[in-house]
């Protein structure tokens, strides 16, 4: 059977207002696409890599030499950082929602003896690895935390920061000092933290291993780098343990971001094929990122956070979220139960706003690289609009008046 060339692909431009990937920052888009041909040994584009290595270490607030990207998103970043995690070791995760489940589970694959892993190929039941399971829509909390690292005393301890899942923040300073004094090496997953939260990883010692991706809070595109920061200690570790890749090992990927024998180098060596395209964008996004502050950045996400939950609870809605990036609500009364319905009204209508993914069914909507009056008008706007389509109430003049609150009159300046 011959297949014939399918049509130009098209994909149109969506509204992306969900848990991420966010609006791609045009003048990332713009450096994308305005990159040259040119392969992974080429001077620019290891000078680019080594000067993102170094830009990443002052948004992250960090000295930790290991402090690169993972050519992926947020899990390759996540998958690198618990390679370290070796079979039989001692884990304790805690899991407050979608993604620190799945965290929990990829640390259950690497802890796994080759029985258990044998006996149970996709959902290993490592008898190392405690999983501490907190009900969606919870934080974990400092006293959960504190007996699970008394009684277990693990190698490794794993929080999210913030759980995109269920839209909420995990303490890092009670986890960090809870690590610290029980001398175990933390591990965060700070994949929707990062670029939307003001907080510097040398704060948090207890914290040995630190993943996030690139396109949440530092607005760059998807499979490009997802960035990554680990301490000495866990390098120490991983050096006497080793870990079973290649491609994606924390000491050989450091390489080829001039990162050697622990110390800075003046070019990367080879570990693998870069992408000069992905390393422009991821470069832009970071000077983007230090352009702005994240100091900056994360003032206006709350300012905006509090305007979009604002104008949902006036229509009635339940918030139950505490990130500022993110609102998960539950709709009003009489409408309950059909979130998913709504959620895929908007998404028919390219408004991308999500549904959480584990029991019970959400709606989350995002506001990444949203950061301006017009786009949260144009959210609530389209979001009020989707209530009436289904049949519910929600009194556009009573909307305006509470963005009239928070902004000023219409036209005054933002
Ligand atoms: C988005 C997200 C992930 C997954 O990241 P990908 O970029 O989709 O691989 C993991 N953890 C958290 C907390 C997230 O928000």
Redesign the pocket.
């Known amino acids: 059977m011959t297949v014939h060339a399918f049509p130009q692909l098209e994909i149109p431009e969506t509204l992306a207002a969900g848990?991420?990937p966010g609006n791609t920052d045009a003048r990332v888009l713009a450096r994308f696409a305005a990159a040259g041909v040119a392969d992974h040994m080429q001077p620019d584009v290891l000078r680019g890599m080594v000067e993102c290595k170094h830009m990443l270490r002052e948004i992250w607030g960090t000295d930790n030499v290991h402090t690169f990207g993972a050519a992926?998103?947020?899990?390759?970043a996540?998958d690198m950082m618990f390679s370290a995690v070796r079979p039989g070791d001692k884990v304790v995760a805690f899991a407050n929602g979608t993604?620190?489940g799945?965290?929990a589970l990829t640390l259950r694959l690497k802890a796994a003896t080759e029985r258990e892993l044998a006996s149970s190929p996709m959902d290993p039941q490592a008898a190392s690895v405690t999983v501490i399971e907190v009900p969606h829509g919870q934080s974990v909390s400092l006293a959960e935390i504190e007996t699970a690292l008394a009684e277990h005393q693990p190698k490794w301890a794993f929080m999210?920061?913030?759980?995109?899942?269920s839209g909420r923040i995990n303490d890092l300073k009670g986890f960090s000092d809870a690590c610290d004094r029980h001398g175990v090496l933390g591990l965060v997953?700070a994949?929707?933290s990062l670029g939307v939260e003001d907080f510097r990883i040398d704060d948090y010692p207890g914290v040995a291993g630190w993943a996030s991706?690139?396109?949440?809070g530092i607005c760059c595109l998807?499979l490009t780098y997802?960035p990554v920061s680990f301490t000495d200690r866990f390098i120490d570790s991983l050096k006497e343990t080793g870990a079973a890749t290649y491609a994606n090992h924390p000491i050989f990927e450091a390489r080829h971001w001039g990162i050697i024998e622990g110390e800075d180098v003046e070019k990367g060596t080879y570990h693998r094929t870069h992408s000069g395209y992905a390393v422009a964008a991821f470069h832009e996004s970071l000077r983007l990122t230090l352009e702005q502050t994240v100091a900056k950045r994360a003032a206006e996400y709350a300012r905006h956070e509090a305007v979009l939950r604002d104008v949902l609870e006036t229509m009635g809605c339940e918030v139950t979220s505490n990130m500022t990036s993110l609102v998960v609500l539950n709709l009003p009364g009489d409408m309950a139960g059909r979130e998913m319905e709504l959620v895929q009204h908007c998404r028919a209508q390219n408004f991308g706003i999500w549904p959480t993914l584990s029991a019970p069914v959400q709606i989350r909507i995002g506001i990444l690289n949203q950061l301006n009056r017009r786009a949260i008008e144009e959210i609530a706007t389209r979001f009020a609009q989707a209530i009436r389509d289904l049949g519910g109430k929600a009194n556009q003049a009573d909307i305006n008046d509470v963005l009239h609150n928070h902004y000023g009159v219409a036209c005054a300046a933002e």
């Open positions: 848990p991420g992926g998103t947020g899990w390759t996540l993604f620190s799945i965290d999210a920061h913030w759980e995109t899942g997953d994949v929707s991706c690139p396109q949440k998807p997802a």
